[in-house]
C-alpha cells in the first residue's frame, strides 16, 4: 500500500509541476499578439530611421552647396579687396606726404596750404595754389614730451 501512496504522491507532485508548466505556458497564449506589437514597433523605428537617413541626406547636401558659396563668396571678397586697394592706391598717386613741418598752436588748413607753397618755392618747382585741390594735417597723436613728431601733411594735387 505504501507503493501505492508513493506513487500517488509521485504522481500528485508531477500533476502539480505540470499545472505549474501549463500556467507558464498559458502567458504564451499573447506571445503572437506580443510579436506582432514588436514587429510593428522596429517597423515604426525602421520608418524614423529612413526619414532620418534621408533628411541627413538633404543636410549633406545643402551643407556642400553652403561650402561651396562660402568659397565663392570668399574668392570673391578677396577679388574686391583687392581692386580697392589698387583703386586706393590709383587715387593716392595724385598725393604728396610731408613730414617734419611743426604744427603751431589753432593751425588751419590755409596756414598749411601756405606753409607748403613756401616749401615748394625754396625747393624751386613751378607748382602754383592753382595746382593743389587740398592741403591737411593727418591727424596725430597728442603733443606730450615723449611725442614730439609733428603729424604729417597730405597734399592732393588737381589731377
Same mark, same amino acid.
Given at each position: 500500500m505504501e507503493t501505492?501512496?508513493?506513487?500517488?504522491?509521485?504522481?500528485?507532485?508531477q500533476l502539480?509541476?505540470?499545472?505549474?508548466?501549463?500556467?507558464?505556458l498559458g502567458g504564451l497564449k499573447d506571445l503572437p499578439s506580443k510579436f506582432e506589437s514588436f514587429?510593428?514597433?522596429?517597423?515604426?523605428?525602421?520608418?524614423?530611421i529612413t526619414i532620418i537617413r534621408s533628411n541627413m541626406d538633404h543636410l549633406?547636401?545643402?551643407?556642400?552647396?553652403l561650402k561651396k558659396r562660402n568659397r565663392d563668396l570668399e574668392e570673391k571678397n578677396a577679388?574686391?579687396?583687392?581692386?580697392?586697394?589698387?583703386?586706393?592706391?590709383?587715387? *593716392? *598717386?595724385?598725393?604728396?606726404?610731408i613730414h617734419g613741418i611743426p604744427m603751431l598752436d589753432n593751425e588751419t588748413n590755409a596756414a598749411v596750404e601756405d606753409k607748403v607753397l613756401q616749401i615748394l618755392?625754396?625747393?624751386?618747382?613751378?607748382?602754383?595754389k592753382d595746382a593743389i585741390d587740398v592741403?591737411?594735417?593727418l591727424r596725430g597723436k597728442p603733443k606730450?614730451?615723449?611725442?614730439?613728431?609733428?603729424?604729417?601733411?597730405?597734399? *592732393?594735387f588737381v589731377a
Open positions: 501505492k501512496l508513493d506513487e500517488d504522491t509521485m504522481i500528485s507532485s502539480n509541476e505540470t499545472k505549474i508548466e501549463l500556467k507558464k514587429e510593428n514597433q522596429l517597423s515604426a523605428i525602421l520608418n524614423e549633406k547636401e545643402e551643407n556642400a552647396q577679388k574686391m579687396d583687392s581692386q580697392l586697394n589698387e583703386l586706393e592706391q590709383y587715387g *593716392r *598717386r595724385q598725393n604728396l606726404e618755392k625754396k625747393i624751386d618747382t613751378t607748382i602754383t592741403v591737411h594735417r606730450t614730451d615723449q611725442n614730439k613728431k609733428c603729424p604729417s601733411i597730405i597734399v *592732393r
